[in-house]
């Protein structure tokens, strides 16, 4: 199993440039989720999905859309990319609500 | 509102000395607490669980304990080692909506 795999590993953004961040599970997992990871700060949930075809808003969305058209995928979309959506996104996954979370391995996201 | 602080926010010992992190929550309802590791440009991996029931429970050279009462959880690192040098994140979930409430982590530094 390869578990949680997100690509690209770093990207630089201009200001208003739009990206797709990838984020695939090989565990079958219902619960999919998106975090960003600011210096010095907790993670911060930006959308999830309970399953395919099914996606929320978390507690940080605006400026960010997703997509769940499968259960092993869950694209983080950003639109008009801002400095201020410089971060590191993890995608992480798990089997039930409350359950142990597998993380990827990030994505470094620099907007200048 | 529900919250989880930890401390120090960075503690720094010699290779082979113990120390113990700690975790205060304010999260309501209480499902499950965990303690993840965070290699440096790696995402989180689950080190402990801990359900409302449970006192004490141990991963190797880790031992979690988990007051309940007073929503308090410690993390014991025994003999450490250069590798556990990494920041180490406790997790409340069941609270709310989003279900996982992260805390802003304890970075550890073990110097030879």
């Known amino acids: 199993n390869a578990g949680v795999t997100q690509t690209p590993k770093f990207r630089i953004l201009k200001i208003g440039q739009s990206m797709t961040l990838q984020c695939t599970q090989d565990?079958?997992?219902?619960?999919m989720y998106w975090y960003r990871q600011d210096p010095g700060m907790g993670l911060k949930l930006i959308y999830y999905?309970?399953?395919?075809?099914?996606?929320d808003k978390g507690e940080v969305p605006n400026g960010y859309n997703v997509s769940r058209s499968t259960t092993e995928d869950f694209p983080l979309r950003l639109e008009l990319a801002a400095p201020s959506q410089t971060s590191v996104y993890f995608c992480a996954s798990s089997w039930d609500t409350g359950g142990e979370q597998y993380f990827g391995p990030g994505t470094r996201l620099t907007v200048t | 509102k529900n919250q989880v602080e930890q401390s120090p926010q960075s503690l720094i010992i010699l290779e082979g000395k113990n120390c113990t992190l700690q975790?205060?929550?304010?999260?309501?309802?209480?499902?499950?607490l965990r303690w993840y590791k965070q290699d440096t440009g790696r995402g989180p991996v689950s080190l402990t669980i801990?359900?409302?029931?449970?006192n004490t429970k141990s991963n190797g050279r880790y031992t979690a304990t988990l007051d309940a009462d007073t929503k308090q959880s410690s993390l014991h690192i025994t003999a450490s080692q250069l590798s556990d040098s990494a920041s180490y994140i406790c997790v409340v979930s069941g609270g709310g909506t989003y279900k996982y409430i992260f805390g802003t982590g304890t970075r550890l530094k073990v110097l030879a």
């Open positions: 975790c205060n929550y304010t999260v309501s309802p209480f499902s499950n």
């Open positions: 565990m079958n997992h219902n619960y």
């Open positions: 999905s309970v399953g395919a075809g099914i996606t």
């Open positions: 801990m359900t409302f029931s449970e």
